[in-house]
Each structure stands twice: as structure tokens, then as C-alpha cells.
């Protein structure tokens, strides 16, 4: 730190720099803490004013963000921003092997399911007694074809409600041509 700036106890986001510093670094600098109880948390305040307003628009862009970065690690070419301004309520992305790698905050608002559970498994965990064979036919057909498509599916949510669901599926390949994963942009039918 800069000796300008050595009272700790006016420093914004206290809590965040306190919990990045090693065991001997904080042991250095606890001296100067006034108190030893640093509450309420500043950065609580500042994370808070946006937790509190999870807006679509700014779940939207969160996502975006997070597409962005999948984009990155795994070199896709298409961008992520051509295809994500479309209405949706729940984001999927598979592994070329069709296992869920990630959804986002709306799947679990749209089926109950929390992410931890979804993860490694296959979408077609959500179908159920009245997903028609032939649909499931047609998904893995179009799959194999490795070419966006958009279709409807009876799905059934965690609490065993069924909702018709409108799935836009677009392949995600890399600089090799090959494809690495599907992005599903899903959202209930009315």
C-alpha cells in the first residue's frame, strides 16, 4: 500500500482486499485495523444495490459476459453477440457429447432444476412420458447434422409440471471446424 494511503479503515471494499492478502501479508498490515470487526461489509453494499435488482437486462448481459468468456477458452467463431439479443428464459450449453457444461440463473428459474444437477448430465433428463418419440427422433437427427435448428418440446419441470418449450440449437465449433459444444436458448411457449 501507499503511505498516502495507509489508514485501511476509509478503504472501500475493505472485506475484498483483506481476503486477497496471504496469512503474513494481512499479519503485516493488522495493525493498522482499527477495529476488529469490520462490519457491515462496504463491498456488501456495493454488490448488493445490483443482487437485489436482477433484472432481465442485466441477467441478459451476464450471460452474454459468460458466453463471451466460453467463447474465448474454446475459440468459437461464431460471436456470441450475434445470437443472444433473442428472447429467452434459460441458456444450456452441451459438450459435443450432449452433457450439460453450464446453464445459466433462468434454467433453474424455468425448471427447478439447480445447476449443480444438471451439470454432466443430458438435456433429455427434462422429457418425460408425454415427449412425443418422434420429437426425440427429430432432435438427435438434427443434432447429427451439426446445423442451428429450432424446435418445440414437452419438457417437465423439477415439481414433474409439464411446459411446452421452444429450443433454438446452434452448433459452436472452433477454428477447426470442429464442433465443441451446443448453445440451447430456451424459453416456455405460451
Known amino acids: 500500500m501507499s503511505n498516502y494511503n ?3 479503515n476509509s478503504m472501500l471494499c475493505l472485506d475484498i482486499y483483506l481476503s486477497s492478502l496471504s496469512d503474513e501479508k494481512y499479519n503485516e498490515i493488522a495493525h493498522k485495523i482499527k477495529s476488529e470487526r469490520i462490519f457491515p461489509v462496504t463491498s456488501w453494499d456495493i454488490s448488493g444495490n445490483y443482487l437485489q435488482k436482477a433484472t432481465p437486462k442485466f441477467m441478459q448481459e451476464a450471460d452474454r ?11 468459437w467463431k461464431l460471436d456470441v453477440n450475434s445470437f443472444i439479443a433473442e428472447p429467452y428464459n434459460a441458456i444450456v450449453v452441451a459438450d459435443n457429447m450432449q452433457e450439460i ?9 424455468m425448471t427447478g432444476y439447480a445447476a449443480e444437477y444438471a451439470l454432466g448430465k443430458k438435456p433429455n433428463f427434462l422429457q418425460g412420458k408425454n415427449t412425443p418419440p418422434e420429437t426425440r427422433k427429430y432432435f438427435r437427427e438434427q443434432l447429427l447434422q451439426l446445423k442451428p435448428f429450432t424446435t418445440t418440446i414437452i ?12 429450443v433454438k440449437i446452434i ?3 472452433n477454428y477447426k471446424d470442429e464442433v465443441t459444444h451446443f448453445i440451447a436458448f430456451e424459453r416456455e411457449a405460451i
Open 155 to 166: 419438457n417437465y419441470r423439477k415439481n414433474k409440471e409439464e411446459y411446452i418449450c421452444e
Open 65 to 75: 459476459l459468460y458466453l463471451t468468456m466460453l467463447s474465448k477458452k474454446f475459440r
Open 101 to 109: 457444461y453450464w446453464v445459466n440463473q433462468g434454467f433453474t428459474q
Open 171 to 173: 452448433p459452436m465449433s
Open 6 to 8: 495507509d489508514d485501511l
